[in-house]
């Protein structure tokens, strides 16, 4: 069992900063791409950024230059830098990560509980 344990959301104000954070926890044996996803009231759920094991990232051009992901291979850890902060940022954050559970095992996908960031104006 692969759970993905998040942390750091809150209450920001415009132009301000948040980390988040998202361990994968588990039986894991090796994990592929990791990232983040966000859900605003009333839209659909869409990619914010994704970095692979090896570092290439995908990011949405609404993030670009304002959120840095990184992760930590060795702590099956991902983070989520957010600087300048804008109200239409506001959403429940999930992180995302493929997983392999054991060796020539296939790679699951495994979601977080998701965590609110708000941006007040």
């Known amino acids: 069992q692969v759970q993905l344990v998040e942390s750091g959301g809150g209450l920001v104000q415009a132009g301000g900063s948040l980390r988040l954070s998202c361990a994968a926890k588990?039986?894991?044996?090796?994990?592929?791409?990791m990232g983040w996803y966000r859900q605003a009231p009333g839209k659909q759920r869409e990619l914010v950024t994704v970095?692979?094991?090896?570092?290439?990232?995908n990011t949405a051009d609404s993030v670009k230059g304002r959120f840095t992901i990184s992760r930590d291979n060795a702590k099956n850890t991902v983070y989520l830098q957010m600087n300048s902060l804008k109200p239409e940022d506001t959403a429940v954050y999930s992180c995302?990560?493929?997983?392999?559970?054991?060796?020539?095992?296939?790679?699951?996908?495994?979601w977080g509980q998701g965590t609110q960031v708000t941006v007040s104006s």
């Open positions: 995302n990560a493929d997983v392999q559970t054991r060796r020539w095992g296939p790679y699951l996908s495994y």
């Open positions: 588990g039986s894991i044996f090796n994990i592929n791409t």
């Open positions: 970095i692979t094991s090896g570092g290439t990232t």
